[in-house]
């Protein structure tokens, strides 16, 4: 039978699969994260999210490599404070969706690098739009003069009329439901996770087989499915766990931790005691 690569890197989407609901780590996760990187295991977020948690992450976990955010629009390197890789929306393409959601009054924010703008009265959905790193403004079309980074229509009124007013925009369009909240991340078509993290394991000249990822979300797919081993969790859509074809535990049950164990941590032991 043949022998399984050895993992030297770990790629962990945040939301439904390394965060809790409270935005946290738990301490099986922490602990197996650790105990990879002491075995000098590289670590990357793979984020649809801005820079706030991921920043915050990589300090706290003492992270080994830069991340990946806004769906892969962002590869940031924190500690250095250096960008790696930018592909922004062509200001062309962002006009015509910020002149919508201005006209209709539907809740936006426009994120560019390491901040989200967003129109004044725009509802609160999630609380790291009180953070440092959000700003309202009067109006976005008299602020946003660049192209930028990503674009997130927040709730179901700004999904649905993005998704009947912008069917051709030669944009990238993703849908995403948490619960009953919807939201539409619009990027760059070069922008995915996948392909930001072939970029980051060629920089690292780390092969495919030799990554393990793991994620929930439609937008996690094709990276889940370009690893070497690529997990969905148990708490992924159903049509998420049927495209990649294997699973871990839950976000809710440490599945990055068992999947970190019985990938990484088991097979290293059985090396040394060989």
Known sequence: ???????????????????????????????????????????????????????????????????????????????????????????????????????????????????????????????????????????????VHAPPTFLRFLGQEAVESVRATFPDLPLHFKYETWGEFQECAITSREATKERALQQLCADFQVPAERVLALGDSRNDVPMLQWAGVGLAMANALPEVREAVGRTTASCAQDGVAKAIETYVLVPQRKEKSA
């Open 1 to 143: 039978m043949r022998k399984a690569p050895r993992i030297d890197l770990i790629a962990l989407d945040l939301d439904g699969t390394l965060l809790d609901e409270r935005d946290g780590v738990s301490a099986a996760n922490r602990q197996a994260i650790r105990a990879a990187l002491d075995l000098g295991v590289r670590v990357v977020l793979v984020t649809g999210r801005g820079a706030d948690a991921p920043a915050r992450l990589v300090r706290e976990l003492k992270l080994n490599l830069p991340a990946i955010c806004a769906h892969g629009a962002l590869t940031r390197d924190f500690l250095a404070g250096r960008t790696l890789g930018h592909i922004p929306v062509p200001y062309a393409l962002a006009r015509p969706l910020i002149e919508h959601a201005e006209r209709h009054r539907l809740d936006v924010a426009v994120y560019f690098e390491e901040r989200f703008l967003c129109l004044a009265g725009t509802t609160v959905f999630m609380e790291d739009q009180r953070g440092l790193h959000w700003a309202e403004v009067p109006s976005l079309l008299e602020a």
